[in-house]
T-cell receptor
Framework: DAKTTQPPSMDCAEGRAANLPCNHSTISGNEYVYWYRQIHSQGPQYIIHGLKNNETNEMASLIITEDRKSSTLILPHATLRDTAVYYCIVSDLYPEYGNKLVFGAGTILRVKS | NAGVTQTPKFQVLKTGQSMTLQCAQDMNHNSMYWYRQDPGMGLRLIYYSASEGTTDKGEVPNGYNVSRLNKREFSLRLESAAPSQTSVYFC????????????FGQGTRLTVV
């Protein structure tokens, strides 16, 4: 599995956009970029994923560079409830093998009022 | 929908005791996973089951066994608990066509004394 690199922590002011970067320079052509978050030791929660195009859903936007070596998760209007550990994961889609998600240390995002 | 349900939520074991962690999902997902998370660290994959009837080792399988009882249920057994197995255990499931989009349970907090 390709590995990812994320900053260990970031701060963001409430109401502002939170931009979380992720480097995945060894990503292969069939690997997707996934983002999960974990709030205060709860089970991780899926946020968004993408292959090469930018993606947006009700929770966040995902911007993937053209060379796919890095991506940014954007929370457009961060709230205190977005304080969590955010994990960037790359994974292929081979369901017959069970799609294993390999979690790194993630980025601790602290949203401050 | 309940999603992914883990039992028990908390457990204290003495060294050498055995126990089984239960996990059930009601989303008709093919793949199921067991992870452990030690304090301040990311999740590590213990075992996974790509589909009913199959199981495979993950990153840290030693000291554990699993059973995919049916499509809904995936159990994790500690035959002889050790203090090093003190951790939070998460079960997850994912559908065959979106293997990376996994749904997690709320975790079992296990302490081995």
């Amino acid at each position: 599995d390709a590995k990812t690199t994320q900053p260990p922590s970031m701060d963001c002011a409430e109401g502002r956009a939170a931009n979380l970067p992720c480097n995945h320079s060894t990503i292969s052509g069939n690997e997707y970029v996934y983002w999960y978050r974990q709030i205060h030791s709860q089970g991780p929660q899926y946020i968004i994923h993408g292959l090469k195009n930018n993606e947006t859903n009700e929770m966040a936007s995902l911007i993937i560079t053209e060379d796919r070596k890095s991506s940014t998760l954007i929370l457009p209007h961060a709230t205190l409830r977005d304080t969590a550990v955010y994990y960037c994961i790359v994974s292929d889609l081979y369901p017959e093998y069970g799609n294993k998600l390999v979690f790194g240390a993630g980025t601790i995002l602290r949203v401050k009022s | 929908n309940a999603g992914v349900t883990q039992t028990p939520k908390f457990q204290v074991l003495k060294t050498g005791q055995s126990m089984t962690l239960q996990c059930a999902q009601d989303m008709n997902h093919n793949s199921m996973y067991w992870y452990r998370q030690d304090p301040g660290m990311g999740l590590r994959l213990i075992y996974y089951s790509a589909s009913e009837g199959t199981t495979d080792k993950g990153e840290v399988p030693n000291g554990y066994n699993v059973s995919r009882l049916n499509k809904r249920e995936f159990s994790l057994r500690l035959e002889s608990a050790a203090p090093s197995q003190t951790s939070v255990y998460f079960c997850a499931s994912s559908p065959i066509d979106r293997g990376g989009k996994a749904f997690f349970g709320q975790g079992t907090r296990l302490t081995v004394v």
